[in-house]
């Protein structure tokens, strides 16, 4: 059974602080790693992707992968009221033919 | 600018009724997912095509959902008869079928069967 396992949160930070959203998944043979943004109410938004072990940035946001721990992060930098929402990580065990497994999100609140 | 659709947004329905939720991918995307998401469960793959066909609907409860690709801008998920457990917000999301499988996401029906 492959599984995404997030805290659920509430992860309460305040603005301009670094937030830092963590997910471990269960299947070793995952190869690409996504971070999705759900406002409430909406739907879910990619915001980055990550294959490669290491960190990978764009923007305010910063995904690292540590495949021997199967970690993934998401540190959001200088963080915004309007970055509250809830955080999906999935995985992908390969390339073109496979399908995603969601975690069940991270809920994060910046306070002004 | 290029999106995934899904109609209605909204639908309120009695139990043991027909409900249809359609979907049009990005155009291009020959990959469609259609997801259901609860606070309970999170988000959940019902079933997935691949160039329209089928290529895996072992997370639909079989007696009473099906879904189909009649052409490569339609997808269709079906309920007959709907239960009230049945009330969840439908996703549907296409991607290219390229690595890294990005799949971006319609904008939900959200489905109440009282």
């Known amino acids: 059974q492959k599984e995404v396992e997030q805290n659920s949160g509430p992860l309460s930070v305040p603005e301009g602080a670094i937030a830092s959203l963590n997910c471990t998944y269960s299947?070793?043979?995952?190869?690409?790693f996504f971070w999705y943004r759900q406002y409430s109410g909406k739907s879910p938004e990619l915001i980055m992707f990550i294959y490669s072990n290491g960190d990978k940035e764009d923007g305010r946001f910063t995904a690292q992968l540590n495949k021997a721990s199967q970690y993934v992060s998401l540190l959001i930098r200088d963080s915004q009221p309007s970055d509250s929402a809830t955080y999906l990580c999935?995985?992908?065990?390969?390339?073109?033919?496979?399908?995603?497994?969601f975690g069940k999100g991270t809920m994060l609140l910046v306070s002004p | 600018d290029a999106r995934v659709t899904q109609t209605p947004r909204h639908k309120v329905t009695e139990m043991g009724q027909e409900v249809t939720m359609r979907c049009q991918p990005i155009?291009?995307?020959?990959?469609v997912f259609w997801y259901r998401q609860t606070m309970m469960q999170g988000l959940e793959l019902l079933a997935y095509f691949r160039n329209r066909a089928p290529l895996d609907d072992s997370g639909m409860p079989k007696d009473r959902f099906s879904a189909e690709m009649p052409d490569a801008t339609l997808a269709t998920l079906k309920i007959q008869p709907s239960e009230p457990r049945d009330s969840a917000v439908y996703f549907c999301?296409?991607?290219?079928?390229?690595?890294?499988?990005?799949?971006?996401f319609g904008p939900g029906t959200r489905l109440t069967v009282l």
């Open positions: 999935a995985a992908s065990m390969n390339s073109g033919y496979s399908t995603l497994t």
């Open positions: 299947d070793q043979g995952s190869q690409s």
């Open positions: 999301a296409s991607a290219m079928g390229l690595f890294p499988d990005t799949q971006y």
């Open positions: 155009l291009g995307h020959n990959t």
